[in-house]
């Protein structure tokens, strides 16, 4: 167990998470809290945070190491991850807070604490999710890819889990890895505070949405917090996201939970889709609340609903390479079966995914 925040700490982390704002979770809160839906956490592991504990199951490691259940972190990531989904806090005025307080995660500890972990690492820590129930992936991670990785980010979507992952961070990631590039994951990118791209997010046409993922605050091992920027935090709120749909519409499938956060999705750069922002900024009051058509009856002509975060600056791209925060990619949420008639990203004659070893 890890040292209690003080209450000057938990109340100035609270403070810190612009994004709440940003995204009005708090607006969300009232019309889901991610009740009932547990979000696995393939990752560094998940140490049981003050601000999270409450909502983290045990899990399983797949590469070994002190704990077998998840629920240890030697290099933070895991654990910011998971507070960004479901860290319920200390209370309503302080401590961490996720996107859906009341969301279980699932912690599988796939790589170790330098952070580095193989395509079959993540391909066994998807099969044990799928095989235990979860309702969202949420991968931090992208990069090559394996016959098994694919086979299980398959099998993850045929499994109607919602699966959502990271884009990668630029520099070193010159497109969209893996499994951000499989058709029906859904691909996250990022933008800084002033809702514009920000510069440590790649880019490229597999782009579904953005969030957040500039000086993203969070729990961390030890009970500390943590600060992080790249495409890694901004998966992590997506997959929040999708667990608030998950919860309030408990019927609805994993593609439709995929079209939900595209469709209501706030326009950014050229009208439409485009490769910097996918089909916009994630709105999740619009998302829990617009009336969406269900896929296969929606128009070409749909257009994101009006938000106030549109009227955000439009000036140049955020957060700078330099602000690296946490050094790791992504997060997958796997959107069962992928994307349909207007909504799919890739013709059906594109080539399969490279795999590269």
Not at 79 to 91: D, E, Y
Not at 125 to 139: H, R
């Amino acid at each position: 167990m890890g040292a209690t925040p003080s209450p000057d700490e938990a109340a100035r982390i609270r403070a810190d998470q612009w994004h709440l704002r940003f995204l009005k979770v708090k607006e969300a809160n009232q019309l889901s809290r991610g009740k009932g839906v547990v979000v696995a956490v393939p990752d560094t592991g998940v140490d049981p945070h003050p601000d999270l504990r409450a909502n983290l199951l045990p899990g399983t490691s797949v590469i070994g190491g002190i704990s077998n259940d998840g629920r240890q972190d030697e290099n933070s990531h895991g654990t910011s991850m998971a507070g960004l989904i479901a860290a319920h806090g200390r209370n309503r005025d302080s401590g961490a807070l996720g996107v859906a307080p009341e969301a279980k995660i699932m912690p599988i500890k796939s790589s170790g604490a330098n952070n580095l972990g193989t395509p079959d690492d993540l391909a066994v820590a998807i099969e044990y999710a799928i095989a235990n129930g979860a309702d969202v992936i949420s991968i931090s991670s992208s990069g090559g890819a394996s016959s098994r990785l694919i086979k299980a980010v398959r099998d993850a979507m045929s499994a109607d889990i919602v699966v959502v992952a990271a884009a990668g961070n630029a520099p070193e990631d010159s497109g969209v890895g893996y499994p951000a590039r499989e058709n029906g994951v859904i691909a996250v990118g990022g933008v800084g505070r002033s809702g514009r791209h920000a510069t440590v997010s790649a880019v490229g046409p597999e782009i579904d949405v953005v969030a957040p993922a500039v000086d993203i605050y969070s729990t961390s091992y030890g009970g500390r917090y943590s600060k992080g920027t790249g495409t890694s935090s901004a998966t992590a709120i997506v997959a929040g996201a999708a667990a608030l749909i998950r919860s309030k519409y408990p019927n609805l499938p994993a593609q439709e939970v995929a079209h939900r956060l595209t469709a209501t999705a706030i326009d950014k750069g050229p009208p439409g889709r485009d490769d910097e922002y996918g089909y916009g900024v994630i709105d999740l009051v619009a998302a829990l609340t617009a009336d969406v058509p269900p896929l296969g009856f929606e128009s070409a002509s749909v257009t994101a609903p009006a938000s106030t975060q549109a009227a955000l600056p439009e000036g140049s791209g955020d957060g700078g390479a330099t602000a690296r925060g946490l050094a790791t990619l992504g997060v997958l949420v796997a959107a069962g079966g992928g994307y349909l008639l207007w909504r799919r990203r890739r013709r059906a004659d594109d080539p399969p995914p490279r795999i590269s070893r």
